[in-house]
């Protein structure tokens, strides 16, 4: 299979190329040099006056897991109006807005030419029904973090101090739940959850039924995954998220691994949804934005990047890992609410909601997202990310790069926002716009970066081929001045090509295939690891309802399995 | 206000209805989805085109014509519109959603979502009707005389409560099944037979008359609005407190002769308990004991 794409205006910040008009070859699924694919056997895509740039990376997108379909199950009312129907030949059926059935989230992504998505949390013993669902989206390249805050072992490793084993033990659960990285949601608040505490749990107040604080928690982690050398850093979700003030907790627990920062390339600590965690203020009816202190921090400090987490107004289904404040949020939004708990490792929440563009906290909400994407300066270390579906669908990517990339669509909105909440944010003010060459980087190569994805986000030669072609003429149009034709080229990609295979044409999916899910093999000394197993498999045996044998997922059990070694 | 009424009754009797007849040519063995059939779509079109309106059977496309025998002429409007329906159409589902005026009036028993979503005009089934009589209704008015299904002028699952029936009138002749008036904000459903469980589940308003009995949970999760049972209750939830007793109750377009027993609630669902629960006296005697809370209440007042 040999492709030829002719002409197209490439944007690809990972090799430097801004804006110039290039050709890209693709064979056998990977881009090659021009001289290695022959014209006459290609098949040719004209992209002349057409913006050319990889397949889009998204690495926080709830798309998969039990809690993903609880929220399915328990929002009926969100799959009446909004389906895809099955086109012979092409593709499946699906159903479903901020839930969606797995098939149409894959379509839906291909869609907007993004071809690269990361579930963000998944308790390590329910991972296996995580694989099961991501196996079932097509298109997409996938992986997923497993939850680490409250898990059982690491709380017990880091109480003693034993840094090495718990390396040790993240190296084996990332083997045996075919993980990518480490997610902490909330520390430890799940295990004071256990005790009915936790709620409003902050970074120094020690956890009930334990002689730790969440700091110990975070800073632990930090180390262990520093040991380990895996590709992505800590991805923390703050503590307090959701409470007004809280941007001081997301400072502290920025500042708290400051310390073992050496250095290195990439961050150390990637705090996530930091619009939820960029409260100032001292209550609902005073809440502020923090987002320039964050902002401040994270322009002096290299050790830190972010993502957003940005409010698009309309429907949402908040569903976390962080069940006291679902749970809190359930008496604010009456409704609906579902909670669980994950024996000795994780507890959930769901609550559907609504963005309300007349609400105060809401207008706010929607600021500070925006307000942190502009005034951190180095897009390299800020993601626009929804959080899907928690401050709304995926789908709503285009109007929310088209903010960052518009004044004018930014008092748009700001004009039929709550009143209060325009004269108090710092959004109006702020002039900054982000051009094309920085969308490539924020939604492409630094999201890839950041993940450890060295085959993505970028067209060189040796990447995987996913590109994505929009009918828009970057040199032409003023992104500023036009902000609708950018979100109308960026909602439905003219093409997008996933693997050296074409998927989406003008608009449509028209190819069903399935991506690979990428998991990392951290190796770790032998005998460190046998002691480890040793002090792991009776306490398992002790306090877990199933057997350890069937707690490992083999490799044969996902559809297409990647594993990345890492270290030596 | 009487005349007014007057002028409106004098109104409806002028319109001439022009009518189109529709007759199944056979019997249908899997489900249909024809919210095409319905005066607005009708209004206007000749036959042939009435007969090109797309229509779902099963999962396969078809026309109108395909599946029914048209005849008649259509108005020029919707309000003058009449659509005659002969033949079991348990099958057909959708009838007249989203309509604004005219009539439909079927001759036989009839599919799910009849009305479903319907602003105005009128309805008319001289048969059984399945679930969701008349949901999410915004206006208009539904007279069935047979018997209905679940869900009569409800929201559909999982919507809040208060996105059911908005306005307008239900009238069932015969028998309703559970959860009559789910999530409904407005207007009135009088049923003359028995009802199945859980009538005005969710209710944020509207009235709900029941003349029959009920089979039980009556007015669960309510916070607003009436629903009065003639008939028999096996229990009155604990989460209602009783309240007050009366004589006759107005339930919509109804006068309900009683007497009753006036309870408030749902507790459950709103502390300020805007719901009101009126049960017949004299079809429930075992509810007696719940006199004596009456009078304490009205012995502390003194």
Redesign the interface.
């Given at each position: 299979m040999q492709l030829l794409i002719k002409n197209g205006i490439i944007y690809d910040p990972m090799n430097n190329v801004k804006g110039e008009k290039m050709d890209i070859a693709i064979k056998d699924g990977k881009i090659v040099p021009d001289t290695e694919v022959d014209p006459k056997k290609a098949e040719v895509i004209d992209a002349s006056n057409k913006l050319v740039m990889a397949g889009g990376v998204d690495l926080h997108s709830h798309i998969a897991g039990p809690k993903v379909n609880a929220g399915r199950v328990?929002?009926?009312?969100?799959h009446?109006r909004v389906f895809m129907k099955v086109v012979l030949g092409a593709r499946r059926s699906g159903t479903g807005k901020t839930t969606p059935s797995t098939n149409i989230i894959g379509y839906k992504y291909a869609r907007m030419g993004w071809t690269t998505v990361v579930e963000p949390a998944t308790p390590p013993m329910e991972t296996r029904h995580t694989h099961e669902e991501l196996d079932d989206i097509p298109i997409l390249d996938k992986a997923c973090f497993p939850l680490f805050d409250s898990n059982l072992f690491v709380l017990d490793y880091i109480e003693s101090k034993e840094y090495e084993k718990l390396a040790a033990f993240i190296a084996w659960i990332m083997d045996a739940v075919k993980g990518w990285a480490i997610k902490i949601v909330d520390p430890g608040v799940a295990e004071a959850w256990a005790w009915g505490k936790g709620y409003g749990l902050n970074l120094d107040d020690l956890i009930m039924g334990r002689t730790i604080t969440p700091r110990e928690i975070v800073r632990g982690l930090c180390k262990a995954n520093e040991m380990l050398k895996l590709p992505h850093p800590i991805h923390v979700h703050c503590n307090r998220l959701g409470f007004p003030g809280n941007y001081e907790v997301t400072i502290k627990t920025m500042d708290a691994v400051s310390d073992l920062y050496t250095g290195q390339e990439r961050p150390i600590i990637h705090i996530t949804h930091v619009q939820f965690t960029g409260y100032a203020g001292t209550g609902w009816a005073n809440l502020d934005t923090g987002a320039d202190e964050i902002a401040d921090y994270v322009n002096a400090h290299k050790h830190v990047s972010l993502d957003l987490g940005q409010v698009v107004f309309g429907d949402a289904t908040t569903m976390t890992a962080d069940a006291p404040f679902e749970f809190a949020l359930y008496h604010m939004a009456p409704?609906?609410w579902a909670g669980s708990e994950v024996e000795c490792e994780a507890a959930a929440g769901i609550v559907p909601y609504r963005y309300k563009k007349s609400n105060y906290v809401n207008a706010i909400q929607w600021c500070i997202g925006l307000e942190v994407a502009l005034l951190v300066k180095d897009p390299w270390r800020v993601f626009p990310t929804t959080d899907h579906p928690n401050a709304g669908p995926f789908t709503r990517y285009p109007e929310m790069l088209s903010w960052l990339m518009s004044k004018k669509a930014r008092e748009a909105v700001l004009s039929k926002i709550n009143r209060r909440a325009a004269k108090k944010a710092i959004l109006p003010t702020i002039e900054r716009e982000y051009d094309f060459y920085e969308i490539a980087i924020a939604t492409r190569a630094a999201q890839a970066k950041i993940l450890g994805f060295k085959n993505k986000g970028h067209l060189g030669v040796g990447a995987d081929a996913d590109v994505s072609i929009y009918d828009l003429n970057p040199l032409d149009v003023d992104p500023s001045k036009e902000p609708e034709k950018v979100v109308k080229a960026l909602k439905r990609a003219y093409c997008t090509i996933k693997g050296g295979e074409v998927v989406v044409k003008e608009g449509e999916v028209v190819k069903h295939l399935y991506g690979s899910t990428f998991y990392v093999k951290p190796r770790v000394e032998e005998d460190l690891f046998k002691t480890m197993l040793s002090e792991v498999e009776p306490k398992f045996k002790a306090w877990y309802s199933m057997s350890l044998s069937n707690y490992v997922i083999a490799d044969h059990e996902l559809r297409s399995a990647v594993p990345i070694p890492i270290g030596s | 206000m009487a005349e007014k009424k007057k002028k409106k009754e004098e109104a409806e009797v002028k319109i001439e209805y022009k009518e189109v007849k529709l007759r199944p040519k056979v019997a249908f063995t899997v489900p249909i989805e024809a919210e095409c059939i319905k005066p607005d779509t009708f209004a206007g079109k000749s036959l042939d085109d009435i007969a090109k309106l797309p229509v779902y059977e099963g999962n396969t496309r078809r026309t109108l014509g395909d599946l029914f025998e048209i005849e008649g002429s259509p108005g020029s409007a919707a309000l003058d519109t009449m659509i005659t329906i002969e033949g079991d159409l348990s099958k057909v589902k959708r009838i007249g959603e989203g309509m604004t005026a005219g009539k439909i009036v079927i001759k036989g028993d009839v599919g799910h979502y009849l009305g479903f979503k319907m602003k105005g005009g009128s309805i008319e089934v001289h048969g059984n009707v399945g679930l969701w009589l008349g949901g999410k209704m915004k206006g208009g008015e539904i007279v069935v005389f047979g018997n209905a299904g679940d869900c009569v002028g409800g929201a559909?699952?999982?919507?809040?409560p208060g996105k059911g029936m908005k306005k307008g009138t239900i009238i069932i002749h015969g028998n309703a099944g559970a959860e009559v008036g789910k999530g409904m904000s407005g207007g009135s459903i009088i049923v003359d037979g028995n009802v199945g469980p859980l009538p005005g589940v969710d209710m944020r308003g509207g009235n709900i008359g029941i003349k029959g009995d009920c089979e039980g949970k009556p007015g669960a999760r309510m916070a607003g609005g009436r629903v009065v049972i003639v008939g028999k209750v096996p229990s009155v939830l604990p989460s209602f407190y009783i309240d007050d007793v009366r004589e006759t109750i107005k339930t919509g377009p109804e006068k309900l002769a009683g007497p009753f027993y006036v309870f408030i609630g749902d507790v459950l669902a709103d502390i300020k308990c805007g719901g009101r629960l009126f049960v017949s006296i004299p079809s429930n005697p075992h509810l007696k004991p719940l006199e004596t809370f009456l009078t304490s209440v009205a012995d502390e007042e003194v």
């Open positions: 328990m929002r009926p009312e969100d009446y409704g609906k | 559909l699952r999982g919507e809040l």
